[in-house]
């Protein structure tokens, strides 16, 4: 026997008859005797309670004769104030007088019944036929239904509107709608059939010493077996018992899986056995027991005591809803006791669930993991004090009367709470992660409310200057329900409640779980879980705890560490190390860039040098002014000045100021000069030489629209470096002295021309024609008289380099023009009469701009030094570019035509077919001016025919002999007066009348 469900108690055992049915109404009990009488017995004491009462009954009052034969069974109709008798036939009598109110004479010789309250639908058996009869509200019955049946019926029960049977060979469902029979299946061999109605809906089946549980259309159900010790006789549920009448005794088991053994009653020979109220009532020969409930506060008392925690749940559910501070107390005390065994017994995960139940604080389940440390709190966790943590197991098994009350386990006091504090066990993988389990459950919970102190707490200093008022309101919002503050414990909870759950995660190798946790909404120990990991050197989630915490300067360094020393990053636990990459460093310092763009300079050295084109994307995506960056490495790190300048410029060109591009040609600039220098101490140096350096300079020099020539120029030596000159010299539109240099210096008549080229293609591309097409002339003139120009180079460099560094010197190669002026040619060398220079390409320089040698300017005879060569090339390969006269008129006298054919062959041609061209397009014009013409005279013949029934449109009269108007559209006639008319209308003229 596990605990005390049910006192026996005897009521009566005087009877002098043979008890065959026994009732409980009002106070009283009536039994119905062998020899038909009906005895009435009472209790000496006078109560209202109509319940059966724990005590001797006395007879009151014997009614001989009551029936003429034996009453099998008897049964109180409250809802219908009638008694119900079966005996020879089914009898009704009027409570409580007795008298009789109708009889069933169908029902002569019915063996069984069963009455539907709810319904007012009685069902009875009379041998193979099964009827149904309805209460008519007055004295009598209705009959329903009659339906045959295969056997004569046992037993049977309403299970919703239909009926179960059980007859010798098996349990059927009768549909009482229209006599439909389904068999479920086949009774035991031993004893007879047995089916009894659960609260619940579901019918319980007797095969044997088996209850089969079974739903209302005869299915089974799962693990639903009742196994009693010997055959039951009858069987009744009172909830949450089955409670079986056994030969030998009765047995109480409980209706939860698997229906464990609840109190076996030693009451021998009983007849039967019925459910009246709260209490059960059982008869033998001659004498009568009442089956009283214990109180289920003295049930959950000795379940808990004997270790039978999940009964006692069961009941603490049962508990009136009065009790509800009672209940949940005992509940919340239960499962925790539960949740200890079962954690001492190795059953973790189930301890924790009951842990979750009960609603206890954290730290008291941490305390049973002595290896996971918890912060310091500023004070104390008080436990809840509805957590009933008192022994109730202390009270020694209620005895079969213990009170109701449970007031006596409350006062009672273990000396200590050894029963409690269990052994911590060791932290074992399945303890660890059912301890995961169980904070995972509590923390949506906890963390809500830590967040919402956190927001009140803000929204209260946002608000802080409105102290006054809110004192002066407080009480107002307390006394309709409002807290104003969250328990300050709240946040310190959550940190409990993170940190140990973080432990549990790196203890059970959950390094992603951990990872996760730390990238959301967490309040992890900053002090505990950084020496955490940093013993177990797991730097992943560090580096993710600074973050969070907004410890990033401590978070760049570990990382810049790690990925400087790989090695460094392997943990003590012996999982594969996480591999650090420079991109992340990248990928931490993006969100950074507009909250500390400083920190991001400082830890962006380092990529820079290993992921150049990351980092810079990383300055330009982040907003981080250029001028800063270049600043910052200028400072800091100088040799990553030029890669960050030049990634800017190959990534877009207009993130690069006029005072970076100056800073960009500075540094290459100075490394070429130092090159220069210990190549010149070597007497090494070579003009065509070019380190890389130098071969990045010039095309920066090139490239580059918006740095300041000036300044470089000046840095510049006199003896060397002649390309870097003439490109500066070219920026600062000194284009003869740019061409002397490449012609005179470094002798290289390609790179003139190319420089000449991209002056001529620059003045394209910016619209502007004046004097694009004088550059090539005055690349002729440098061929042409070298010596001359020698001179003049030597003078106006000495001039630039003593000039101001403002930058604004114009001289040109148009200042050699003046020595010239007053010396004419003796005569031109060739004249080609009849050429248009206005049928040239749009690309030459207009005749408004002179050139330095015009036809009224002689040339020098100096026909030793010309480069007739080169000049003859740039000729021939740039005759569509060179205004031919001009150029012709530079050319010496002795200057064979034959020569020239390259040159002229090609412009004369291009000069005809220009004309050719121009001529074609004059007469196709003239020839469509001549059709839209005959077009129009065609148009302006249109007929139109005046009848005498012509009509003006506009005074809808006949025109007759009228002078008339006709609209262009050749079809619209008016009168001319009319037409004239409507014109000064249409100008707000008014009409003249005549």
């Given at each position: 026997m596990v605990h005390t469900a049910y006192d026996s108690i005897e009521l009566l055992n005087d009877c002098p008859e043979k008890i065959n049915a026994v009732e409980y109404y009002g106070s009283n009990i009536l039994i119905a005797c062998s020899d038909g009488s009906l005895r009435i017995y009472g209790t000496e004491s006078i109560s209202q309670t109509l319940e059966l009462k724990k005590q001797a009954y006395v007879l009151q009052r014997t009614i001989n004769g009551f029936s003429k034969k034996q009453v099998l069974a008897m049964q109180v109709l409250t809802s219908k104030g009638l008694l119900l008798c079966l005996s020879e036939s089914i009898v009704f009598h009027r409570l409580?007088?007795?008298?009789?109110?109708?009889?069933?004479?169908?029902?002569?010789?019915?063996?069984?019944?069963?009455?539907?309250?709810?319904?007012?639908?009685?069902?009875?058996?009379?041998?193979?036929?099964?009827?149904?009869?309805?209460?008519?509200?007055?004295?009598?019955?209705?009959?329903?239904?009659e339906y045959g049946v295969p056997?004569?019926?046992?037993?049977?029960?309403?299970c919703g509107e239909n009926v179960c049977i059980g007859i010798r060979r098996s349990y059927i469902i009768l549909n009482t709608t229209n006599g439909a029979l389904s068999e479920v299946f086949s009774p035991g061999r031993i004893a007879p059939?047995?089916?009894?109605?659960?609260?619940?809906?579901?019918?319980?089946?007797?095969?044997?010493?088996?209850?089969?549980?079974?739903?209302?259309?005869?299915?089974?159900?799962?693990?639903?077996?009742?196994?009693?010790?010997e055959a039951p006789a009858a069987v009744v549920i009172q909830k949450p018992y089955a409670i079986a009448l056994l030969p030998r005794h009765i047995e109480v088991r409980s209706l939860r899986v698997p229906y464990p053994l609840i109190q076996t009653i030693g009451v021998r020979n009983a007849r039967s056995i019925q459910k009246e109220n709260n209490s059960i009532i059982v008869s033998l020969d001659q004498s009568i027991y009442g089956l009283f409930p214990v109180p289920l506060g003295a049930q959950i008392i000795q379940l808990t005591a004997s270790g039978n925690f999940e009964e006692a749940l069961v009941l603490c559910k049962l508990l009136p809803p009065e009790d509800a501070s009672l209940r949940a107390s005992k509940e919340q005390s239960i499962h925790i006791r539960y949740a200890h065994h079962l954690f001492e017994n190795g059953s973790y995960e189930e301890a924790m669930e009951h842990f979750?139940?009960?609603?206890?604080?954290?730290?008291?389940?941490?305390?049973?993991?002595?290896?996971?440390?918890?912060?310091?709190?500023?004070?104390?966790?008080?436990?809840?004090?509805?957590?009933?943590?008192?022994?109730?197991?202390?009270?020694?098994?209620?005895?079969?009367?213990?009170?109701?009350?449970?007031?006596?386990?409350?006062?009672?006091?273990l000396e200590s709470d050894e029963s409690l504090a269990l052994e911590p066990k060791k932290m074992s993988h399945g303890t660890l992660m059912a301890l995961i389990k169980f904070l995972l459950k509590k923390r949506p919970n906890i963390v809500g409310k830590a967040a919402a102190e956190t927001t009140e707490e803000v929204v209260s200093e946002a608000v802080g200057h409105a102290f006054d008022a809110y004192e002066s309101s407080r009480s107002k919002r307390l006394s309709k329900g409002r807290i104003n503050h969250t328990d300050s414990g709240a946040r310190e909870m959550a940190t409990i409640l993170d940190t140990a759950l973080l432990q549990a995660f790196i203890l059970t190798g959950q390094s992603a779980a951990a990872l996760d946790l730390l990238k959301g909404f967490n309040y992890c120990n900053v002090n505990?879980?950084?020496?955490?990991?940093?013993?177990?050197?797991?730097?992943?989630?560090?580096?993710?705890?600074?973050?969070?915490?907004?410890?990033?300067?401590?978070?760049?360094?570990?990382?810049?560490?790690?990925?400087?020393?790989?090695?460094?990053?392997?943990?003590?636990?012996?999982?594969?190390?996480?591999?650090?990459?420079?991109?992340?460093?990248?990928?931490?310092?993006?969100?950074?860039?507009?909250?500390d763009p400083m920190l991001v300079l400082e830890f962006s050295t380092f990529v820079l040098k290993t992921c150049p084109t990351q980092t810079v994307?990383?300055?330009?995506?982040?907003?981080?002014?250029?001028?800063?960056?270049?600043?910052?490495?200028?400072?800091?790190?100088?040799?990553?000045?030029?890669?960050?300048?030049?990634?800017?410029?190959?990534?877009?060109?207009?993130?690069?100021?006029?005072?970076?591009?100056?800073?960009?040609?500075?540094?290459?600039?100075?490394?070429?000069?130092?090159?220069?220098?210990?190549?010149?101490?070597?007497?090494?140096?070579?003009?065509?030489?070019?380190?890389?350096?130098?071969?990045?300079?010039?095309?920066?020099?090139?490239?580059?629209?918006?740095?300041?020539?000036?300044?470089?120029?000046?840095?510049?030596?006199?003896?060397?470096?002649?390309?870097?000159?003439?490109?500066?010299?070219?920026?600062?539109?000194?284009?003869?002295?740019?061409?002397?240099?490449?012609?005179?210096k470094l002798h290289l008549p390609e790179l003139a021309l190319s420089y000449c080229d991209r002056v001529y293609e620059a003045g394209l591309n910016q619209q502007y024609a004046k004097a694009q097409g004088n550059i090539y002339l005055t690349l002729l003139q440098i061929?042409?008289?070298?010596?001359?120009?020698?001179?003049?180079?030597?003078?106006?460099?000495?001039?630039?380099?003593?000039?101001?560094?403002?930058?604004?010197?114009?001289?040109?190669?148009?200042?050699?023009?003046?020595?010239?002026?007053?010396?004419?040619?003796?005569?031109?060398?060739?004249?080609?009469?009849?050429?248009?220079?206005?049928?040239?390409?749009?690309?030459?320089?207009?005749?408004?701009?002179?050139?330095?040698?015009?036809?009224?300017?002689?040339?020098?005879?100096?026909?030793?030094?010309?480069?007739?060569?080169e000049v003859l090339d740039v000729l021939s390969r740039r005759w569509d570019r060179v205004h031919g006269a001009k150029a012709l008129r530079l050319l010496p006298r002795d200057t064979k035509l034959q020569k020239l054919y390259p040159f002229l062959g090609p412009l004369m041609r291009k000069t005809s077919e220009t004309y050719r061209n121009f001529s074609v397009i004059k007469s196709l014009r003239q020839c469509?001016?001549?059709?839209?013409?005959?077009?129009?005279?065609?148009?302006?013949?249109?007929?139109?025919?005046?009848?005498?029934?012509?009509?003006?449109?506009?005074?809808?009269?006949?025109?007759?002999?009228?002078?008339?108007?006709?609209?262009?559209?050749?079809?619209?006639?008016?009168?001319?007066?009319?037409?004239?008319?409507?014109?000064?209308?249409?100008k707000g003229m008014p009409l003249r009348r005549r």
């Open positions: 409580p007088n007795l008298e009789t109110v109708a009889v069933i004479s169908k029902a002569k010789g019915a063996n069984l019944y069963v009455w539907d309250d709810l319904r007012g639908v009685l069902c009875f058996a009379r041998q193979k036929r099964v009827c149904i009869y309805r209460h008519n509200g007055g004295r009598g019955f209705v009959e329903v239904k056997d004569i019926v046992k037993s049977m029960s309403w059939p047995l089916v009894v109605s659960i609260p619940s809906g579901e019918l319980l089946l007797g095969k044997d010493n088996i209850g089969v549980l079974v739903d209302r259309n005869g299915k089974l159900i799962p693990e639903g077996r009742i196994c009693w010790s979750v139940s009960s609603q206890v604080v954290i730290t008291h389940v941490l305390s049973l993991y002595p290896s996971i440390v918890l912060p310091k709190l500023d004070r104390p966790i008080e436990p809840d004090n509805n957590v009933d943590l008192t022994g109730d197991s202390c009270l020694s098994r209620g005895s079969s009367m213990a009170s109701d009350e449970m007031e006596s386990s409350v006062t009672c006091v505990i879980c950084e020496e955490i990991f940093q013993k177990g050197n797991h730097n992943a989630c560090l580096i993710e705890l600074y973050k969070y915490n907004s410890m990033h300067r401590e978070a760049l360094k570990l990382l810049h560490q790690l990925v400087d020393d790989p090695k460094s990053d392997e943990p003590k636990t012996g999982h594969h190390p996480q591999k650090f990459k420079p991109e992340m460093i990248i990928e931490y310092l993006r969100p950074l860039c507009g909250i994307d990383l300055f330009i995506s982040g907003n981080i002014p250029a001028d800063m960056v270049n600043s910052y490495l200028k400072e800091h790190a100088p040799s990553m000045q030029a890669t960050y300048l030049e990634l800017m410029l190959s990534m877009n060109q207009n993130y690069i100021s006029p005072h970076l591009q100056n800073e960009m040609l500075q540094i290459y600039l100075s490394e070429v000069l130092d090159w220069y220098v210990n190549l010149s101490a070597q007497r090494k140096w070579d003009e065509k030489a070019y380190s890389p350096t130098r071969k990045k300079f010039i095309p920066a020099l090139q490239g580059m629209s918006e740095y300041t020539p000036e300044v470089l120029l000046k840095q510049i030596p006199e003896d060397a470096l002649f390309e870097e000159r003439a490109i500066l010299l070219g920026k600062m539109n000194q284009h003869e002295l740019a061409l002397s240099i490449y012609v005179q061929y042409i008289n070298p010596r001359r120009t020698n001179k003049n180079i030597e003078k106006k460099m000495n001039t630039l380099v003593t000039s101001s560094s403002s930058g604004n010197l114009k001289v040109g190669w148009s200042s050699v023009k003046a020595k010239a002026k007053g010396r004419r040619l003796g005569k031109k060398i060739v004249e080609i009469e009849g050429a248009e220079d206005t049928r040239i390409k749009a690309s030459f320089s207009s005749d408004d701009v002179r050139s330095d040698v015009d036809s009224d300017d002689p040339i020098e005879e100096v026909s030793s030094n010309i480069m007739v060569d469509e001016s001549l059709e839209v013409k005959d077009e129009l005279y065609i148009q302006r013949k249109t007929e139109l025919k005046i009848t005498g029934e012509s009509m003006c449109s506009l005074c809808n009269k006949k025109i007759g002999t009228s002078v008339f108007a006709v609209y262009p559209n050749g079809k619209t006639i008016v009168h001319f007066v009319c037409f004239r008319d409507s014109q000064s209308t249409r």
